[in-house]
């Protein structure tokens, strides 16, 4: 393998604008965890970004918190504000591997990774994040509730990187989270689930159960609608318009159906008066 290693932001960004096949790489915890096996990964070329401190800090605007593309889930761990004010994102970073993983792992870096089993994407789609794509000369904005165009592809051109993260401010009277794994730490997601409901409205995002982590209409719709909702079973037409489950070595397709029906119930059982 190869490696370019830049010394500043701009000079990541012309490497990449001159040479589209340079993979960029931060805390590498995706790439390396199956190195051995991905031997045609072992002759390309990667664009280093962790020494690039400018995309490191976690920082605090008067509309949002915004992750740099080098923040860290222990940079999310270890700031109380997060906790207080995005709950989510404290749990989901808490899910995230061990602690080695959570020290040199990024938020970009899971983002971008695109897996359906994201836990940080979960919940920073469920805070209505926005994706902050740079490329030499150019910034570009996505929803990343937008960004997924299908399974482990995105709408970020080889030439862009992910720069940043905004998670805008906002009152939020219910939020969860939750992650249902093999077990209770460093498992990854049979069935991931994240809500939020705000001034705006609800936020209900599914992970796991589609070929992206993704937002889920037809729940919003219910739960928006106030509709008695007495148990699992009466989720489930509105759940099977917005996912779809597969069989895999980590679960079946029936199995993540009920599930997520289960979860979103109890968890928002006693919370929202239409579920009962």
């Known amino acids: 393998m190869s490696i370019v290693i830049p010394d500043t932001r701009a000079e990541a960004l012309a490497r990449l ?46 509309d949002a918190l915004v992750l740099g593309a080098l923040t860290t889930y222990w940079d999310v761990v270890t700031e109380p504000r997060v906790a207080m004010e995005f709950p989510l994102l404290a749990a989901a970073a808490r899910q995230v591997g061990a602690i080695q993983i959570q020290t040199r792992g990024t938020w970009a870096g899971n983002l971008v990774n695109a897996s359906p089993a994201a836990d940080g994407v979960l919940a920073l789609m469920a805070y209505g994040a926005v994706v902050v794509l740079e490329s030499r000369g ?9 960004f997924y165009t299908g399974y482990r592809s995105m709408r970020r051109r080889p030439d862009q990187l992910v720069t940043a993260i905004r998670v805008p401010h906002g009152a939020r009277d219910v939020q969860l989270f939750e992650k249902v794994g093999s077990r209770g730490a460093q498992a990854i997601a049979k069935v ?34 106030g ?50």
Do not use: F, N
């Open 17 to 62: 604008a001159d040479d589209q096949t340079l993979i960029p790489v931060a805390g590498g915890t995706d790439l390396l965890v199956h190195w051995p096996a991905r031997v045609d990964d072992h002759d390309r070329a990667y664009l280093d970004l962790s020494g690039l401190a400018e995309l490191r800090p976690l920082r605090w605007t008067a």
């Open 138 to 146: 150019e910034t570009e904005e996505v929803p990343l509730d937008e």
């Open 192 to 225: 991931g689930v994240a809500a939020a409901r705000s001034a705006a409205g609800w936020r209900v995002v599914a992970a796991s159960v589609a070929p992206t982590v993704r937002r889920c209409p037809a729940l919003e719709r219910l739960l928006a609608a």
């Open 227 to 276: 509709t008695p909702i007495r148990g699992p079973d009466d989720l489930l037409p509105a759940l099977d318009q917005d996912v779809a489950p597969i069989d895999d070595l980590r679960s079946t397709a029936a199995y993540r159906r009920a599930t997520m029906a289960r979860v979103l119930y109890h968890g928002l059982r006693g919370v929202v008066d239409s579920v009962r």
